[in-house]
């Protein structure tokens, strides 16, 4: 009997495991998986076309769909690859069950937003996990340490929160782990971290890591590329890292604020090619042994406090291209072994205490692009080797002791230069007529020396020059008329011993201090004439007396500022002593204090953090008064002085927003600098920005067609009063979605004036390239000159996008080529199908709106500047009381029928 029992046993449990991978084996199955990411799909805020494959009707065809790859044998799902597709959704309706036999997971270079879901552990035979360059917020799950095949975890550039779970040490197989650019990383315990024998590639910058070294990086024995930049590590940068990682070949420490010595072991790892420790508290010497890296490239040592003279061993790292040792207390002389240096493109030894004349073998460094030598106490003539520098693209030798005439065989090799600064030294004789050579010179300064004699004419021939100081020279004679600098910006001659005639343009403030200078052709002096010599005298001196000005105020600004630092690192030290700490200029009606605001955030705590920048973060205060502000908290270095473009950006918000008052204009309560920061108080605006707004999971059923117009409607209203109300006026420079905020009944409010700026009908407005890609306007690359029809150019691209619920990258490129095959395609374009297609159709009275706001878009985004219209002919046209009708039903509507609208 037992006999017999036996085989009905063995069925039984046969069955039941059949039962127990039926559901596994469905979950899995091919359908199951399309059909689960077709649901996922659904779930997105934005979908690009490239999807369309993702089908119910296209069910039987998985292993073809976009972004998929399945193994050849079970024809299921292995790898999915959504990498740069610009989607908009989260993972938070991603079904992972089906997904179980998943190697690769890609998402990085989209707007995934939300937290990473735990239930991501259960992909257990993941090796490539890639989520980087997204939006993805909340604290990192511990169970991303159960996915124990991964060799390669990117989260770069997200928004992840947080302590660092030490669960990730547990990936003993990974060699790629980054978690750079989140900025809100938490330091943990690293004593619960294991080494990690098979990581090559590390990755910590930026967050705001604050211990020493952690331990176990040096266990990682494996590591090539080691990346804690940006943080605050401190203490010394111990010796067995350079000890234990001797497969390393980028080391990057930079910007933290690590102290003392730079261990002489670091020439131990003979394969370094890349060093970057600027940015600390380093001191003591350089060491020699660097000498032996040879295969050394990129040798980045500045803004540290590093003294003794250059090691000669550096001359023996033939493989150099890039050595920065500026600002730092090196002395003694440039070491000629330098010479040896044939590949060398970047040399920057500026702003130290050497003291010896530039050695002749500088010259043999063939392969210079930029050379700065500058405020040191280098003497004696340049070299006559310099003449071989003949890719020489920016050379900064100013504030040292230089002697000597100005070679023209210097001037007649530098054809490439475009920058070149020689101010504040001692050279004498004349301005050879070479310079005329210089075809691509840009910036010339060549002030406070003793050069003499009279301009050369061939200075005319120099078509891009945008900057020329010749001042606090002995230059005389005429200056010549022949000379004309279309470009020029900046232009002194002021302090020389220059003699009439000279142009009436050239008549400038910056050329006083010179004798007749502004005689007409007779030779009788313009002071006998009335109307014009008054106009002369006071645009020479009250303008020059404005300047000194404007000047002294930044400076007092500047020093205000960093004594109030210096102060308030004194002052705070606790949380207890923020009453004592009130220091803050605010508008007048403002009834609270910065100590508030300070308590009210918990001294800034990630949990307050509503988002960041490229200058720092926005924290949400609301205070014991039930007023709720937004604190923008800009990102400063681990010094005490702020960054210039910092306080660029900061100086240009509070000037222009203590200036303006308009109901679509953000509003400045204040500003403080406090513990090395500096933060500007705005009110808060609870919806947010207009991108999250568009683009998150409620832009559908909240923004509909009239919250759009109104939208539109305010940010032109904005852009109006800042071009035609304010005196002068006012470019924004940046209007792109996220600079755009929203009050709870979305009222349109412009923010974020750190590019703003005045312009004015009688200067060139010449400027740098700022905004944001893919709202700039197309002449600013050709011209660099700022105009208010850059703002149109702008606000027609966010109109347009507003409207169409997507950038409208491909309508752009195509108004930039008006004869293109693509610009005829789309003016055939129906209205209705580049409208946001997550909306009904727009009827009566609102497609009236939809008709008017995208006709003006396309307006605006015009490629020649002078035929787009003002933001004043767009404000009025919006708040007109009756709209247009339209000339054929929406329907029918097509792109080359609004152009003529």
């Known amino acids: 009997m037992k006999g017999v029992q036996k085989p009905p046993l063995f069925l039984l449990l046969l069955h039941i495991s059949l039962l127990f991978l039926l559901p596994l084996n469905a979950a899995s199955s091919p359908r199951t998986q399309a059909e689960a990411l077709i649901t996922w799909k659904n779930d997105f805020a934005s979908s690009p076309p490239s999807l369309n494959s993702w089908s119910l009707t296209n069910l039987n065809n998985l292993c073809n769909w976009t972004a998929i790859v399945c193994d050849h044998n079970t024809k299921s799902i292995s790898q999915i690859d959504l990498s740069n ?54 604290e990192i799950p511990v169970q991303i340490g159960m996915l124990t095949e991964l060799q390669y975890l990117n989260f770069f550039n997200n928004s992840l929160t947080g302590v660092i779970p030490y669960q990730l040490s547990n990936l003993q197989k990974v060699q790629f782990l980054n978690l750079g650019a989140n900025y809100y990383l938490e330091t943990p315990d690293w004593s619960k971290f294991s080494g990690m024998p098979s990581l090559t590639y590390l990755d910590f910058s930026p967050n705001s890591l604050d211990s020493e070294v952690p331990e176990f990086i040096s266990k990682c024995l494996n590591l090539t590329f080691l990346d804690l930049s940006e943080n605050t590590f401190t203490g010394q940068i111990p010796e067995v890292v350079f000890t234990n990682l001797g497969k390393l070949k980028h080391l990057h420490l930079a910007r933290n604020s690590f102290s003392g010595p730079i261990p002489e072991d670091i020439g131990l790892i003979s394969g370094l090619q890349h060093i ?143 920058s070149l600064e020689l101010e504040h030294n001692s050279f004498s004789g004349n301005i050879p007529p070479d310079i005329g050579r210089l075809s691509n010179l840009i910036n010339l300064d060549l002030s406070r020396n003793q050069l003499s004699g009279s301009i050369p004419l061939t200075l005319g021939k120099l078509p891009y020059i945008q900057s020329l100081n010749l001042s606090n020279n002995n230059l005389n004679g005429p200056f010549p008329t022949e000379i004309a600098f279309p470009l020029l910006e900046k232009f002194d001659l002021s302090n020389n011993n220059f003699k009439w005639p000279i142009p009436d343009r050239d008549c400038l403030p910056t050329s006083v201090g010179n004798s007749d200078l502004c005689r007409d052709a007779s030779g009788v002096t313009r002071a006998g004439n009335s109307k014009k010599t008054n106009k002369k005298f006071i645009i020479g001196v009250l303008v020059p007396v404005c300047g000194l000005s404007v000047v002294a ?112 204009i953000i509003r400045l309560y204040g500003f403080c600098s406090r513990r090395g ?97 893919g709202y700039m306007a197309p002449e600013l690359a050709f011209t660099m000159r700022v105009t208010d029809k850059c703002d149109v150019y702008s606000f027609g691209v966010v109109a347009l996008e507003v409207m169409m619920g997507r950038h409208p990258g491909n309508l752009l490129e195509s108004q930039l080529s008006e004869s293109s095959q693509s610009m005829k395609d789309n003016a055939e374009l129906l209205l209705k199908d580049l409208v946001d297609q997550r909306l009904e159709s727009p009827s009566n009275e609102l497609a009236k709106a939809v008709v008017l706001v995208m006709s003006l878009a396309l307006g605006c985004i015009r490629t020649r500047p002078g035929s787009r219209p003002t933001m004043l002919y767009v404000a009025q046209k919006l708040s007109a009381r009756s709209l247009p009708s339209l000339p054929e039903p929406f329907g029918m509507l097509t792109i080359h029928k609004l152009m003529g609208i």
């Open 276 to 418: 970057d420790l600027a940015g600390n508290y380093l001191e003591g010497p350089i060491p020699s042994s660097i000498g032996q890296l040879k295969e050394l490239k990129y040798l980045d040592l500045q803004l540290n406090l590093l003294n003794s003279s250059i090691p000669s061993e550096l001359g023996r790292c033939t493989n150099l291209t890039d050595l920065a040792l500026a600002s730092n207390k090196l002395s003694g002389k440039i070491p000629p072994s330098i010479g040896q240096l044939r590949g060398l493109r970047h040399l920057d030894l500026s702003y130290n205490s050497l003291n010896s004349s530039i050695p002749f073998e500088l010259g043999f460094c063939t392969s210079l692009t930029d050379l700065a030598l500058a405020s040191n106490k280098l003497n004696g003539e340049l070299p006559l080797s310099f003449s071989n520098l003949k890719d020489i693209i920016s050379l900064s030798l100013f504030a040292n002791r230089f002697t000597g005439p100005l070679l023209p065989s210097l001037f007649s090799n530098w054809t490439e230069v475009v």
């Open 553 to 664: 105020t930044t400076i007092a600004l500047i020093l205000m500022f960093h004594k109030k630092t210096k102060c308030a690192l004194k002052k705070i030290n606790s949380a207890q002593n923020f009453e004592n700490f009130e220091s803050m200029i605010l508008q007048e009606e403002v009834k609270f204090t910065f100590g508030e605001v300070v308590k009210a955030v918990d001294d800034f705590h990630v949990k307050y953090c509503i988002g960041k920048g490229g200058f720092g973060r926005v924290y949400k205060a609301e205070l014991l008064s039930g007023q709720v502000v937004a604190v923008k908290r800009l990102n400063m270095s681990d010094s005490n002085d702020i960054p210039a473009i910092n306080l660029q950006s900061f100086e240009n918000e509070i000037r222009t927003l203590t200036n303006v008052r308009h109901r679509n």
């Open 677 to 773: 920061c500096i933060f500007l108080l705005y009110e808060y605006l609870e919806r947010g920005s207009l991108g999250k707004a568009l683009y998150g999971v409620e832009g559908v059923t909240e923004l509909g067609w009239a919250t759009r117009v109104k939208v539109v409607k305010g940010l032109a209203h904005a852009l109006s009063y800042l071009h035609h109300d304010c005196s002068p006026p006012i470019v924004h420079r940046d209007v792109t979605v996220n600079n755009v905020l929203l009050e709870s009944d979305f009222e349109a409010r412009l923010s974020d004036f750190g590019t703003a700026r005045p312009i004015s009908a009688n200067s060139s407005n010449w400027t740098h390239i700022v905004g944001s890609f």
């Open 85 to 138: 597709f610009n989607i908009s959704a989260t993972l938070t309706h991603f079904n992972f069950t089906p997904f179980l036999n998943l190697t690769q997971f890609k998402l990085k270079g989209n707007n995934f937003t939300g937290p990473v879901p735990s239930a991501i552990g259960k992909l257990s035979k993941l090796t490539t996990l890639d989520l980087g360059t997204n939006l993805f917020s909340q």
